[in-house]
């Protein structure tokens, strides 16, 4: 069974996002629809703006299991920008630079449940 390491935002107070993003990864639904069902190793946070140390958090993730890492809901909130990483994209891209071996999923176009 594939497993998923969530990076999500420390300072992010609505906690649903878990319930959704845990939910659509064992039903293989919505950006997770491709791997089928699969389990949550676990999640820890970025460190805090601007993504500080973000790469050795998922690496910590990957080495608690996680097949892939993924960019939790709750920072690529699409219901209010207020709510939205201003560090996203550079969080995605360092991701994706520094760890070529590992999948990185964007929550962004919709985590789905």
Do not use: H
Not at 4 to 22: A, L, N
Not at 44 to 56: E, H, L, Q, S, T
Not at 75 to 103: F, V
Request: some cysteine; hydrophobic content about 40%; charged content about 25%.
């Amino acid at each position: 069974m594939v497993k998923v390491g969530f990076i999500v935002c420390p300072q992010c107070g609505d906690m649903t996002w878990e319930t959704k993003d845990f939910v659509a990864v064992q039903k293989g639904a919505g950006v997770f629809r491709d791997l089928g069902p699969a389990a949550v190793v676990g999640c820890i946070a970025c460190a805090g703006c601007p993504g500080k140390r973000v790469v050795d958090r998922a690496k910590l993730l990957i080495k608690c299991g996680a097949d892939i890492i993924a960019m939790s809901s709750c920072m690529s909130s699409t219901d209010s920008d207020e709510n939205a990483c201003p560090y996203y994209e550079r969080i995605l891209e360092e991701l994706s630079k520094q760890l070529r071996s590992t999948i990185i999923i964007d929550c962004r176009n919709g985590v789905g449940a």
